[in-house]
């Protein structure tokens, strides 16, 4: 009877623990699909989440330069963070990290956006799919900080010296074991070593907790791919079968991780944590995965980014259902962008606009007319079509080319940089990375941090030097004189508005032609200045009118 109720009871243990974990599964994905394709699936990271997966995107370009990466000047210009924040909602940190790097990279192969945008619409069709990936990503974590990056892009990563140590260590408390069932004399050597082998388990731990870290984030997302390659659907096939054949060359760690991972609660955490230190199990274990690690470093940087990728296009899935227009990009030979129903991505309720560029563009009209708005959602999109294969309008064709602007310039204080100076390097750059390709060019308001006569003579001649290549420019503008002074070489549209008794009114709709509204002195009557201010302003911008000088 006694050996009945034991068996009985370690029959319960392992069903218990299976019904458990059937039981938080079916959680996990209720509350999955509750969130699916709404603003609460998006991840909230905060400055240093970001940061730290900024830092694995430049890490990665660092080991696999990208054929044409969105720099840092044009990705603050744009705000693409924000615009990363607002697609990100993926189930891992792994997948925040690949679908930054992703939107980073202009070079992507039209097979390769293909291949994603068929894969996040299997995900938005197939609730069975979706759940089974999430599920199997959610063991990663979101954790930020982990610092894989030193094990997937570095050639020589620190280890531990002298690694044969450890299984010495981890050998000399069973061997002094057995021996005192000869002599009690050498039970007090098991207990001295189990009392170095303490000290040397938590020093060691101390002196590793970085490398730890990143391990048991790379086991995690080892893990997942085991998972993810039984995924059994046309469009991840490509991806099943790379994780199987890159699997297969780290099957070593199917034995290690686990007893580097393993972790439990209540008074079996004590009994866990002695059995750890007594055979010195996390550094062996640690030494044990480096070095397969570092004999398959591609292999594991593969299922990093298969894992990553998955992860992206779950994300990409829930932009087809929660964005208002989306459309897939088309590609061409002919130079310049056709665009239908063009909106920016974080602007809510945004007036759609049509784009037909083939030459350059200067856009005019008053502050908050649109004109910056514009610029950017043109530039947004155009990375957009090329990182992803998707843009928020109607329809979207264009051909390839590298998207650069010089917009948000700032003082460089701790260079001793002024703003002008700032900023002409800033087109500088631009008109360098035209000669080895086209370019997309985007500049607001050009050379505003200098005086106004050589503001439009430099700005009408460095723009007209923009002309003539195999690049486009689109540039906005307060000067009504360059409108002029460029009219043979930009084309010219813009934005207006209209003032009435309520105030200003704006449409947000681009229109031919420059601008022919001078609204400014019109605002300045309606805010009650003395009319003595009015008449002098109005005087003076019609004699300018006239003669081209003030009076």
């Known amino acids: 009877m006694p050996l009945l109720v034991l068996g009985l009871l370690l029959l319960a243990v392992p069903l218990a623990y299976c019904l458990w974990d059937h039981i938080a599964k079916k959680r996990l994905q209720r509350r999955l699909q509750a969130a699916w394709g709404k603003p609460e699936a998006l991840r909230r990271m905060d400055a240093d989440e970001l940061a730290d997966a900024a830092h694995y995107c430049r890490a990665l370009h660092a080991h696999e330069p990208p054929l044409a990466a969105v720099d840092d000047t044009t990705w603050n210009d744009l705000d693409m963070d924000s615009v990363f924040l607002s697609l990100d909602a993926s189930a891992s940190a792994v997948g925040s990290e690949i679908l930054y790097a992703i939107l980073r990279e202009q070079g992507a192969e039209e097979h390769t956006l293909k291949t994603r945008t068929r894969l996040a619409e299997a995900f938005a069709q ?166 397969v690690i570092k004999r398959h470093p591609q292999s594991v940087r593969a299922l990093y980014t298969l894992v990553g990728e998955t992860d992206a296009c779950l994300s990409l899935a829930q932009i087809l259902l929660r964005a208002p227009v989306l459309c897939k990009a088309r590609f061409h030979q002919q130079a310049g962008v056709e665009a239908a129903g063009l909106t920016h991505p974080l602007i809510p309720d945004a007036v759609p606009n049509d784009l037909s560029w083939q030459q350059n563009l200067l856009i005019s009209g008053s502050n908050a007319s649109g004109k910056s708005t514009f610029i950017k959602a043109v530039a947004v999109n155009l990375i957009l079509a090329q990182s992803l294969g998707l843009c928020f309008a109607q329809s979207f064709a264009l051909r390839r080319g590298r998207v650069m602007s010089a917009m ?144």
């Open 126 to 291: 197939r609730q069975d799919l979706r759940l089974d990936a999430q599920t199997a990503l959610y063991g990663i974590g979101r954790h930020a900080f982990h610092g894989a990056w030193r094990y997937l892009f570095e050639s020589s990563f620190r280890m531990p010296p002298h690694a044969w140590a450890y299984r010495i260590l981890a050998v000399l408390p069973m061997l002094f074991a057995l021996l005192g069932l000869a002599h009690p004399a050498f039970l007090l050597a098991m207990a001295a070593s189990f009392v170095l082998n303490t000290f040397v388990h938590y020093r060691s731990q101390a002196i590793w907790q970085k490398e730890a870290a990143a391990i048991r984030h790379l086991g995690a997302v080892i893990r997942s791919a085991g998972k993810l390659s039984k995924l059994r659907h046309p469009d991840y096939s490509t991806y099943s079968s790379d994780l199987l054949r890159h699997a297969a060359q780290l099957r070593a760690l199917r034995f290690w991780l686990p007893l580097f991972g393993m972790e439990t609660f209540g008074d079996m955490a004590v009994v866990l944590e002695y059995i750890k230190i007594f055979l010195m199990l996390d550094m062996l274990s640690l030494v044990s995965i480096v070095r």
């Open 408 to 551: 948000a310039v700032r003082d460089n204080l701790l260079a001793g940089e002024s703003y002008f100076i700032v900023e002409i390097k800033s087109l500088k750059r631009i008109l360098d990375a035209m000669d080895s390709g086209a370019v997309y060019c985007f500049i607001d308001e050009i050379l505003r941090g200098t005086n106004t006569v050589e503001r439009i003579a430099a700005s009408s001649a460095v723009l007209e030097s923009l002309s003539g290549r195999d690049s486009l420019c689109m540039a906005a503008t307060h000067d009504i004189e360059l409108t002029r002074l460029l009219a043979d070489s930009y084309e010219n549209r813009h934005f207006a508005e209209t003032v009435d008794g309520s105030g200003l009114r704006f449409d947000y709709k681009i229109k031919p032609g420059p601008t022919r509204t001078r609204n400014a002195i019109r605002l300045l009557a309606q805010m009650g200045y003395p009319p003595q201010v009015i008449q002098a302003a109005r005087r003076r911008a019609e004699a300018f009118e006239r003669t081209g000088a003030w009076q």
